[in-house]
């Protein structure tokens, strides 16, 4: 292996993130589903031709994919080594969350990259398809049981063999979901990504040569380590623990406890989560390699210069048990993933926070909220709407939390209102922050979201809900409180009904003109609520942020509906507080 | 326009603000004189340097036009100096601005907040709703639109902004609240969203629509004060604005669609570079301008710049309007290097910006920049600066901030480092012309790169290498070059509208004539502006997709607008569409239907021809003039002796190689070994590799 001077190694550098972020690009812009296109829900890279080990990210995918598409990787890497039969020109697919991490919408493709007849490294493509059958549509079924329940498992096998995309596959693929047109199309984006990583690949190999760019690939993950390494041992030895909890699985009412014991020595971090919650019946377990791939990712929030390949996670011990409900395999329900692993990050967190709470971010809202209307349009065919939706990400020791934003696995925009509307026969009839959703604290957190949808088809409207924070609300750090909870309703003949395991229900009808509401949590707070100035507080309460019941209640400020502040009522009041 | 002034109508100045410099070009038609004038930027005030320029140019009775490229729209936004703006809306959805399309600032990390240009307070639900296909739900009540008009006023809104879920589909609700509001509203500073961009999508047509409204009152303060200005000159021509899209338009249109003046400067430098290659012949193209802070790319092929649907100012921050398409990095002449915390070079986007600006500058920055390891390079003459208000720089600063701070963590000596940050640069600005050219499925070797601004200049000749570009063209006076396209650029009105059409079955006669009455609209507002134009021709293009698809493909129609009517069939359509598809994607999907999204209409009222020959080198030049002697400069690992040229006394025909440094008032070349450089017959400088 050369060495490769730094000035060549910046410049590879950009060179090849630029290819992973230009197959991004394209699956975004040619997909089908909104949930690639509008959510991009979706994730290209590099990665290396014996382990599998992330060598190069893209600089959009979904940050949850960069931390488990290494396992897809592997998962072929093994396959072709016990079946042997790899060629240019093929190009695997395969969705067994078991192996390659996360759910089974997820579909990944994966094509070697040779060179003189070697095999050099690979390309990776993975995209959330919008149904892959199982009972419900859109596959977050929240009673799921067994895999089988949630949808139609592919392990990896050959689509393109030496060029020739293997039309049997295509059918099969076809004849097992409720939208076929829409997978066909997410199916044709990934390709067309992998077929320009693979010019892109070349021509810079053409240019620099194997073994440049191999050293250049070395050298990559020899600096995330020492990054890595370098963060780890800037902070104080020591065990940290930290547990939170998820309302329930689906299925059995009870909650699951998600404990991690953190512990620092020197350069290197142990994460033990031995002591959660054994495997669950319902979807909310998690398989070892989507477990590893979410602290990942909570560590990447919190040491971002770190870059984004399998170097930075040399420094990092799992322990992930599987009698635990983060290390299951088949058939134990995965579907509800998107939920536990936020959760996961979130102890991690929790546990980082506890070194220097006052450098410390608080929660975010901490719930996808997988959200399916389905039903059948005039003319028969099945329509199914799929979105997942926001909430206020934590209050932190710059600012308050953003309002409305997205969850810390992903960088998923919403689809418009105006697109949902022309697209599924609903009409939403709210679409606002939710006012006293925020954790208060001296930075509060951003605003969760109030969405309100009506059903304007004859035959009304099915609705799926897979969420959580129904019961246990993001908490708040540095003194900050916790943010308010997830609510989910729908109107019946009877009045409002709301779901028996807080926020997960499938099969609820509603008709025609009847709404479904949904209302998320906010952030946590960062700080003493009674350190943010009062002038602040009203401000709040004349936006709407918070109602003056709130600013009394939690701030000790009192302030008019309009937002004046009254200055001698909030100074008593904070003196009989202190008493 | 008196009499007189159009007898004067020959003479036309363009006017470009920029964030240093105020340049103006002052050209006489009829007599093929030009004359150009520069003048400090009054930051806050655009209208000091402007007039201060413009009257060194002579009287200013006696100018035909004048069309000013404008910052004064983007500082605006980018320093959140806009009007307090109230917005009314449907019920529901009064938070739209400020939910955004529930992103955040940054991939990783999860800090940053939002702050929208309309408070919410400022944002008034009212009774009304459209449904995706355009029935109406909920009429309007107008008692309650005025009701809410006055209460805006009361909060002190300047200007009103509305918008309605669906008016895209149907305005008509729209226009009923316009219509009530106007009936209560002070000024003329309503922003109605179904006329600023009737296409779906609420947030990016909310966002629109505000930010039109936020800037009304600033742009038109700005117009009326410099009209009343030049009125004050006894200036009674034509007036006009560069748009965005690289269009001019009349300032009445301005006040009216403020927004679509969000890039007015750089794109009349695109549209002036794409007219200089056009007459070198070069029709494919890449223009590049390399400021203090950023290097914004840009690509013209065919001729024709590319233009981009949208584009997003700051987090959050968003304008769709048909804008030139203008990338931009970090990296500028005042972009910090650094090494990393991984050991890594990195050069930009931290910058020092023209304040406190490069070491060298001596105006108290310690860290090294791109600037200061040219300087140290002796690539720039530290004894004559260009662009800033130095009169020399100093080099040995430059040198021992690079020593330390770059030297020494990576281990080489001061011009090993200086060579490493000016490699690194290169490199991110190879990046942003492949993000252009390869990422779009260009081929980089059929382009020229075209540097404009002072420092482009600097480093074209290594990027043709770099990135395997068939040569470089820096114009005969690059510092001016959007100043140069005020004067140049042709007028243009473009409009959107969603229209939501199944291809198959098409009712092509409806379609028709809704071209017909878009195109005659959009060539009514060009023929109103009141400049000379050769022609007003009418250009269409669909937004297309699969079924399902959300992103649409831009399909460029082969029809126009002849006598009022327009000749569309859906095969016509249909081959239009393939070809795009197949272009952006290479592959076309089967049997899935094909819909037609929104229909842009663009009408383009060509301006009479300006032959560049005007600024062609004169006779009487002689090559040894031309010589300044030799300095010693670095290139590659080693000083080599390169010769100085004064650029501007080179005749037409002369060839330089390199290593070579081509010095002017504005801008300095940079030949390194193995170019040359090629005076062509309108005094562009060829760059290309010598034929070993």
């Not at chain 1, 309703?489 to 009847?514: F, M």
Request: net charge negative; proline share 5%.
């Amino acid at each position: 292996m050369s060495v490769l001077d730094p000035v060549t190694l910046a410049i590879l550098k950009g060179r090849l993130e630029q290819i992973a972020d230009e197959m991004d690009a394209t699956l975004y812009r040619s997909a089908f589903n909104p949930i690639i296109a509008e959510a991009h829900d979706a994730c290209h890279g590099l990665y290396h031709a014996e382990t599998g080990a992330t060598l190069v990210q893209g600089t959009t995918g979904l940050p949850i994919f960069v931390g488990a598409m290494a396992f897809a990787v592997k998962a072929v890497i093994d396959k072709v080594a016990a079946e042997g039969g790899l060629d240019p020109g093929d190009t695997f697919i395969f969705n067994d969350p078991y192996d390659g991490g996360t759910h089974l919408n997820d579909f990944r493709l994966v094509r070697p990259v040779f060179r003189q007849g070697e095999l050099f490294c690979w390309l990776a493509s993975v995209g959330h398809w919008l149904d892959i059958g199982g009972n419900v549509p859109g596959g977050f079924n929240a009673r799921a049981t067994e895999s089988l329940q949630e949808g139609v498992r592919f392990p990896p096998v050959k689509l393109v063999a030496k060029g020739r995309l293997n039309e049997d596959i295509v059918a099969i693929l076809a004849a097992n979901s409720r939208v076929p047109q829409s997978n066909y199309g997410d199916l044709n984006g990934q390709l067309n990504a992998l077929d320009l990583g693979e010019r892109r690949l070349a021509a810079a190999l053409d240019e620099y040569g194997e073994k440049t760019i191999s050293a250049a690939f070395d050298a990559f993950m020899q600096r995330a380590e020492a990054l890595m390494r370098e963060n780890i041992a800037s902070l104080p030895d020591g065990l940290y623990s930290f547990e939170d909890y998820l309302d329930n699985d689906g299925v059995t009412d009870e909650k699951l406890t998600i404990a991690l014991d953190l512990t620092i020595k020197g350069d290197a971090m142990t994460l033990d989560f031995s002591r959660s919650s054994p495997p669950c019946a319902g979807p909310l377990n998690i398989a070892r390699s989507t477990a590893i791939a979410c602290c990942y990712v909570a560590l990447k929030h919190l040491f971002v210069d770190v870059p984004a390949n399998a170097g930075c996670l040399a420094p990092i011990d799992f322990v992930i048990p599987d009698t635990t409900l983060l290390g299951v395999s088949w058939p134990k329900p995965v579907g509800g993933y998107t939920e536990t692993i936020l959760r996961v990050i979130g102890v991690v967190f929790g546990a980082l926070a506890k070194i220097a709470p006052e450098k410390a971010t608080a929660a975010p809202f901490g719930t996808i909220n997988a959200l399916s209307l389905a039903g059948y349009r005039a003319g028969g065919q099945r329509w199914v709407m799929f979105s997942f939706f926001g909430g206020g990400l934590g209050g932190n020791p710059r600012t308050d939390g953003l309002n409305h934003g997205n969850n810390p696995i992903s960088m998923a925009t919403i689809p418009p209102v105006e697109i949902l509307e022309a697209a599924y026969p609903i009409l939403f009839t709210q679409w606002a922050l939710r006012p006293d959703s925020a954790g208060a604290g001296r930075h509060r957190g951003g605003l969760g979201a109030i969405y309100e949808i009506e059903a304007l088809s004859k035959g009304g409207a099915d609705a799926f809900l897979l969420g959580e924070r129904g019961r246990y609300p993001p908490f708040g750090v540095n003194g900050g409180g916790s943010a308010a909870l997830n609510v989910f309703s729908w109107q019946t003949e009877a009045g409002d009904a709301h779901p028996p395991l807080a926020s997960k229900v499938a099969d609820v009808k509603i008709r025609r003109g009847q709404r479904v509401r949904l209302e998320t949590p906010g952030g946590g707070g960062w700080g003493d609520p009674l350190a943010r100035d009062p002038a602040i507080v009203a401000r709040d309460v004349r936006l709407g942020y918070i109602t003056s019941a709130t600013a009394q209640a939690d701030y000790k400020v009192v302030a008019t509906a309009e937002g004046e502040l009254d200055v001698a009522a909030t100074q008593a009041l904070r003196a009989r507080c202190a008493i | 326009m008196s009499d007189r002034a159009k007898t004067l109508r020959s003479t036309i100045v363009g006017v470009d603000v920029g964030g240093t410099f105020t340049d103006l070009f002052w050209f006489d038609e009829a007599e093929r004189r030009f004359a150009t004038a520069k003048a400090p930027s009054n930051r806050g005030d655009e209208s000091v340097g402007f007039l201060q320029g413009l009257k060194s140019l002579g009287p200013l009775a006696e100018l035909g036009s004048i069309v000013h490229g404008t910052t004064v729209g983007t500082n605006a936004l980018l320093e959140r100096r806009g009007a307090r703006v109230g917005l009314i809306t449907t019920r529901g959805f009064r938070d739209v601005l400020e939910m955004r399309r529930r992103d955040r600032p940054h991939t990783w990390g999860l800090w940053g907040d939002f702050i929208p240009i309309v408070d919410r307070d400022m944002r008034i639900e009212v009774g009304e709703r459209v449904l995706a296909d355009g029935t109406l739900r909920e009429a309007i009540q107008e008692a309650e639109v005025r009701a809410a008009a006055r209460s805006l006023l009361a909060k002190g809104a300047q200007a009103l902004a509305i918008v309605f879920i669906n008016a895209y589909a149907n305005p008509a609700n729209e226009r009923a609240a316009a219509a009530a509001a106007r009936a209560v509203w002070p000024n003329g500073n309503i922003a109605v969203s179904s006329e600023v961009l009737p296409e779906i999508r609420e947030f990016e047509r909310t966002s629109t629509t505000a930010i039109n409204a936020y800037l009304q009152p600033v742009i038109g303060s700005y117009l009326v004060k410099l009209g009343g200005a030049l009125a004050a000159e006894t200036f009674d021509g034509e007036f006009h604005i560069v748009q965005s899209n690289g269009g001019v338009m009349s300032t009445a249109m301005a006040r009216r669609l403020p927004v679509r003046t969000a890039l007015s400067g750089p794109a009349a430098g695109v549209i002036a570079a794409a007219a200089i290659a056009r007459a070198a012949g070069y029709f494919d193209v890449i223009t590049s301008d390399l400021g203090g802070t950023s290097f914004d790319v840009s690509l013209i092929a065919d001729g024709v710049s590319k233009l981009s649907a949208q584009t997003t100012i700051d987090f959050g921050f968003v304008i769709r309007t048909p804008m030139i398409e203008i990338t931009t990095i970090g990296a500028g002449g005042g972009s910090i290097a650094q090494v990393d915390k991984g050991g890594l070079l990195q050069v930009g986007p931290e910058s020092a910006g023209s304040r406190p600006g490069p070491v060298c500058y001596a105006q108290g920055n310690t860290r090294p920049t791109l600037t200061d390891a040219n300087v140290v390079l002796g690539r720039i003459n530290a004894e004559r600066p260009i662009g800033g208000n130095q009169t020399r720089l100093d080099v040995e600063a430059a040198k021992a901030a690079i020593a330390e701070h770059v030297g020494a963590p990576l281990g080489l000596d001061v011009m090993q480092a200086a060579e490493a940050i000016v490699r690194v640069a290169n490199a991110r600005m190879a990046g942003a012309i492949r993000l252009v050219s390869i990422e779009r499925g260009h081929d980089p070797s059929r382009f020229a790169i075209m540097p404009f601004g002072g420092g482009g200049a600097l480093h074209a000749g290594a990027l043709i290498d770099e990135v395997g570009l068939s040569c470089a063209i820096v114009p005969r006076f690059p510092g001016i070059t959007s100043a140069l396209g005020c004067v140049i650029a042709d007028l243009r009105h473009d409009q959107v509208l969603t229209v939501n059409l199944d291809l198959a079955g098409l009712d092509a006669g409806a379609l028709a004539a809704r071209m017909a009455e878009t195109g005659s609209e959009a060539k009514t507002v060009v023929e109103a502006a009141g400049v000379a134009v050769d022609s007003v021709e009418v250009v269409y293009e669909l937004d297309m997709h699969y079924l399902g698809q959300t992103h649409t493909v831009a399909t460029t129609l082969p029809v126009t607008l002849r006598d009022g009517a327009v000749d569309i069939d859906e095969d016509v359509i249909r081959t239009a569409f393939e070809a795009a598809y197949r272009r952006d994607f290479s592959r076309l999907l089967v049997d899935i239907p094909v819909r037609i999204v929104s229909l842009r209409t663009a009408a383009i009222g060509r301006r009479p021809h300006f032959d560049l020959a005007a600024l062609a080198p004169g006779p009487g030049l002689s090559v040894d003039d031309a010589r300044r002697g030799t300095r010693p400069v670095w290139f590659a690992g080693g000083w080599r002796e390169a010769a100085i040229w004064s650029r501007l006394d080179l005749p037409v025909g002369t060839i330089v190689e390199g290593p070579a440094i081509l010095e002017q008032p504005d801008a300095t070349t940079v030949l390194d070994p193995g170019l040359s450089a090629r005076v062509d017959a309108l005094g562009n400088l060829v760059v290309e590799r010598m034929k070993q």
